[in-house]
């Protein structure tokens, strides 16, 4: 790849283009990982209530603190859990790289402006 000369118009706009493309991937992408987690953290809900709902029973009527009950409803459901968070970090991660190309273009948006106003 060659490198941007910043006083070369037709550079900056072309960078400008293709940085434009890659920010709309990018964009369909975080919709895809958005949704994705979104499933996977309902998942986890649902599995989690499930999970509560076999320790309660499981305890044939004896007592159990809120704090055990917990701790058994998690070690069930760490597998799913650690499953969305990856997901939920993925999508973070993807939206970082949005704001990244959003920023970057807007810099190279300044520039154009500012070469346009010296001729």
Do not use: W
Not at 23 to 31: K, M
Not at 53 to 82: P, Y
């Amino acid at each position: 790849m060659t490198q941007l000369d910043p006083n070369n118009p037709a550079q900056v706009a072309h960078e400008i283009a293709r940085l434009s493309e890659m920010l709309e991937e990018r964009t369909g992408e975080y919709r895809d990982d958005i949704e994705e987690a979104a499933k996977l953290s309902a998942t986890l809900k649902g599995d989690y209530a499930r999970a509560m709902l076999t320790v309660i029973a499981s305890s044939n009527g004896g007592r159990m603190t809120v704090a055990e009950k917990d701790a058994r409803v998690e070690v069930e459901v760490n597998n799913e859990r650690i499953i969305a968070e990856v997901s939920e970090a993925k999508a973070k991660a993807t939206k970082a790289a949005l704001d990244s190309l959003r920023v970057q273009i807007d810099a190279l948006r300044s520039l154009g402006a500012n070469l346009r106003a010296q001729t």
